[in-house]
Nanobody, 120 residues
Framework: VQLQASGGGLVQPGGSLRLSCAASGNIFSINTMGWYRQAPGKQREFVAAITSGGSTNYADSVKGRFTISRDNAKNTVYLQMNMLKPEDTAVYYC???????????????WGQGTQVTVSS
């Protein structure tokens, strides 16, 4: 199972970006998909997560600005980021937890990071 993230880039403060992360492999289901981020010199932190049933959870710092969604049929998770601030600058990583396949169960898989830079 692999996760491929895309959609990062450079945006001005107040702007928007949409991140995508697709899981590939022989997958039956994924329990939770989410996003984390790591700014230079800081630890990786939780951003948002969504279960297969659609329940969502957000870090306080992004509530009201970011929206997480997923397409279960495509095993893809999205992060719509609006009203971006310079402090949102970080490498964003997608995560998939509780992955079921025909002959396996995987606790946790990480995608490669995608850089988001918010600057004027």
């Amino acid at each position: 199972v692999q996760l491929q993230a895309s959609g990062g880039g450079l945006v001005q403060p107040g702007g928007s970006l949409r991140l995508s992360c697709a899981a590939s492999g022989n997958i039956f289901s994924i329990n939770t998909m989410g996003w984390y981020r790591q700014a230079p010199g800081k630890q990786r932190e939780f951003v948002a997560a969504i279960t297969s049933g659609g329940s969502t959870n957000y870090a306080d710092s992004v509530k009201g600005r970011f929206t997480i969604s997923r397409d279960n049929a495509k095993n893809t998770v999205y992060l719509q980021m609006n009203m971006l601030k310079p402090e949102d600058t970080a490498v964003y990583y997608c995560n998939a937890a509780g992955i079921s396949g025909p002959y396996y169960f995987i606790d946790d898989v990480w995608g490669q990071g995608t850089q988001v830079t918010v600057s004027s």
